[in-house]
């Protein structure tokens, strides 16, 4: 490089003596290694780092003390800049995520608004989505109730659809947009109430069912509830 | 920093114990520490008795010989502040020692001995810079000790390292705490300010740009100057 071959026999000439230069007193061992770790005041890391470049004997203390360093801490940049580049990709990627969470609940439909329980029951499984009907059909339901469970994920809705003949148990796995029927041969549905993976149904004689695996089996609970009327 | 080692506080504590004579305290040192220390040592003098006896010596100063008026040690450990890491410390303690006892010894070795460079790649001495004139361009010398005056501290370290102990980027990487590619950066950016601003500092005094360039080129070689007298002197000892 033209610049530095030109600038060389200067530099040489001026750090040259400095080599020789009589420097009052010397880095204690502490200050020197707190420099090495960058752990000083800025303004004491820019004078001692001046000391340094005037007193040879503390260059080679600092030199021989890094060459002491088993551990490649001091020449570590490049990990830590892969480090703080890694946090910024990691929080790249969480607005990512929470931008699309955002943008999937604005563009998702509110659940049905809560109603009234009725009664049904049901031993059937829990039905798959290619069972719903179409949405035209869940929109024309009249005296339909959904719950809406406090745990479980996916989180599904249970309502009566009492549309039917007979009234059928519906689960919604889709925050209400499409409902999938639980048949209840022997059990003629009134309301229903849900809590995560347990639910339990009730008829207008006031039977109560209970299921704990999101109506896949079913318990008879009781017959002594009074009898359910629709409102 | 340090390697899963204690926090600050932790080691504080630990030293003061120490100080305070708290055998337990000092088994704990000895088993955290001991191993740095002779680790250090033999990093440091690369030869294993030379090692031990340093690491020895040391180790001795840490714990304390010697007696004070109030029946407490006097321990090395004592000038420990926490301002870096403990085992930072102690390594640079060792190579504090083997350096004092290396330049000790110089004083006992013929002279034509006595010019090995301390480190392998030291650079050598540079000539006695007394038979430069003093008629160089005395223009160019002011501009030049201006322009290393206005340079960062470590930036000119960084030159003191590279071009007058010849140390090698990876060197005076592991000396700073920074990657080689960030030393051969900044060295070449400081060669470029340190030849913008003496010219500067060269048409400041009149010259103009081209000679200014030229006096650059032309007299480096010849100049004679003291950086002990051009450096902006430290106000506060260190």
């Known amino acids: 490089m033209k610049e530095e071959k030109q600038m060389l026999p200067l530099l040489r000439s001026h750090l040259g003596r400095s080599h020789q230069a009589e420097i009052d007193g010397h880095c204690d061992a502490e200050t020197l290694a707190a420099f090495a770790e960058q752990a000083l005041d800025r303004a004491v890391q820019d004078r001692v780092a001046g000391h340094l470049s005037q007193c040879q004997n503390c260059r080679d203390v600092l030199a021989l003390a890094a060459e002491a360093t088993t551990a490649p801490s001091h020449g570590d940049r490049p990990a830590t800049m892969r480090y703080i580049k890694g946090l910024y990709a990691a929080a790249a990627l969480a607005v990512l995520c929470v931008a699309a969470v955002t943008f999937q609940h604005f563009k998702t439909p509110p659940p049905a608004p809560k109603q009234q329980r009725q009664a049904v029951a049901s031993t059937n499984p829990p039905p798959s989505l290619n069972s719903v009907p179409p949405p035209a059909f869940s929109s024309r339901l009249t005296g339909a109730q959904a719950i809406e469970p406090v745990l479980a994920v996916p989180t599904p809705l249970w309502r009566v659809n009492a549309s039917r003949s007979p009234a059928t148990l519906e689960i919604s796995y889709t925050s209400g947009r499409t409902w999938a029927p639980i048949r209840t041969p022997d059990f003629q549905p009134k309301s229903v109430a849900a809590e995560g993976a347990n639910v339990w ?27 359910v009327s629709a409102r | 920093m340090q390697n899963g080692a204690a926090s600050l506080p932790e080691t504080l504590a630990l030293v003061n114990a120490c100080l305070d004579g708290d055998e337990a305290a000092w088994n704990s040192f000895i088993a955290r520490y001991r191993p740095v220390l002779y680790s250090a040592a033999l990093a440091i003098a690369k030869d294993g008795c030379i090692a031990r006896e340093l690491a020895d010596s040391l180790w001795a100063d840490l714990y304390g010989t010697r007696i004070d008026g109030n029946g407490h040690r006097i321990s090395k450990l004592a000038s420990y502040t926490g301002r870096g890491s403990l085992e930072g410390w102690l390594r640079t303690l060792v190579a504090q020692e083997f350096i004092d006892r290396h330049r000790k010894q110089r004083h006992l070795v013929p002279l034509d001995e ?91 005094s009149g010259m103009g740009m081209k000679e200014a360039a030229e006096l650059i080129a032309t007299d480096a070689g010849q100049i004679a100057m003291n950086l002990r007298d051009r450096l902006l002197p430290l106000k506060d000892a260190l």
């Open chain 2, 114 to 204: 006595n010019a090995t460079p301390l480190i392998e790649n030291a650079a050598p001495l540079i000539d006695d810079p007394d038979h430069f004139t003093e008629a160089v361009e005395p223009r160019l010398n002011l501009a030049f000790q201006k322009a290393i005056a206005e340079l960062k501290g470590e930036d000119r370290l960084m030159l003191a390292a590279h071009y007058l102990d010849a140390r090698n980027l990876a060197e005076i990487g592991r000396m700073l705490g920074r990657h080689e590619s960030t030393v051969s950066r900044r060295l070449t950016k400081s060669i470029g300010v340190l030849r913008k601003r003496t010219i500067h500092h060269l048409r400041k």
């Open chain 1, 201 to 227: 149904v009730a008829d207008a004689k006031g039977t109560v069912l209970e299921s704990t695996d999101l109506g896949l089996h079913w318990t008879r609970l009781a017959r002594t509830l009074h009898p």
